[in-house]
């Protein structure tokens, strides 16, 4: 290969190399609280339809909504770098660096309840289903927003 091809091969590797390395770094806070309030609208909008496709008896549907939530759980703890606390912007709680280890089990409790959902759905059983739906809200949602979340302003 000549000298030339050897410098324009180089410089096409540079920018693959670099973004690799963009998604490995410590995220700044504003990207991180941008990205999990991104996570948290997706995670909002699953559930809503969990529990619409249930009310609806259509619990096939409700699997692939309870595979997002599970897949979502994953990248939280990721998401909450150490001192991405503005609360101007976020409704993060200084509690979840001072307590990370409870907020990575509720993290990881999302992720236990939202499998449970989804193997109940799967089974078509829709009385089961509409039986874990019923406290999904509280318990895989509501246990990490009521010690770490501001809550939201009722409208
Ligand atoms: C491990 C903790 C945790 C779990 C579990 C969790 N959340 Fe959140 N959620 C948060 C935190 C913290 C915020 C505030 C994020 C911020 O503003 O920086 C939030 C914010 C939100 C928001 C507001 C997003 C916005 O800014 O518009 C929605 C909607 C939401 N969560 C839905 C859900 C739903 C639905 C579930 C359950 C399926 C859930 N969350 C589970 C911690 C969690």
Redesign the pocket.
């Known amino acids: 290969m000549s000298r030339r091809m050897w410098v324009l091969t180089a410089a096409a590797l540079v920018p693959v190399v670099a973004v690799g390395c963009a998604s490995m770094r410590k995220m700044k806070p504003e990207e991180a ?1 941008e990205a ?2 991104k996570l ?2 997706e ?2 909008e ?2 809503k339809q969990i529990q619409e496709k249930t009310k609806a008896g259509d619990v096939a549907a409700v699997v692939p909504e309870a595979e997002k ?1 599970v897949q979502t ?1 994953k990248e ?1 703890p990721r998401l ?1 770098p150490e001192g991405s606390l503005d609360p101007k ?5 200084p509690e ?1 660096w001072a307590k990370w280890s409870d ?1 990575e089990s ?2 990881k ?2 992720q236990t309840q ?1 499998e449970k959902l989804r193997d109940t759905a799967k089974t078509g059983n829709a009385a089961a289903t509409q039986q874990v739906v019923q406290t999904f ?1 509280r318990q ?2 509501g ?3 009521t010690p ?2 501001v809550p ?1 302003k009722q409208s």
């Open positions: 609280i999990r309030q948290m609208k995670q909002g699953a559930w939530l759980s939280i909450f912007k976020s409704a993060a709680k979840i907020f509720a993290a409790n999302l939202s809200g895989a949602c246990t990490c927003h770490f979340r939201p």
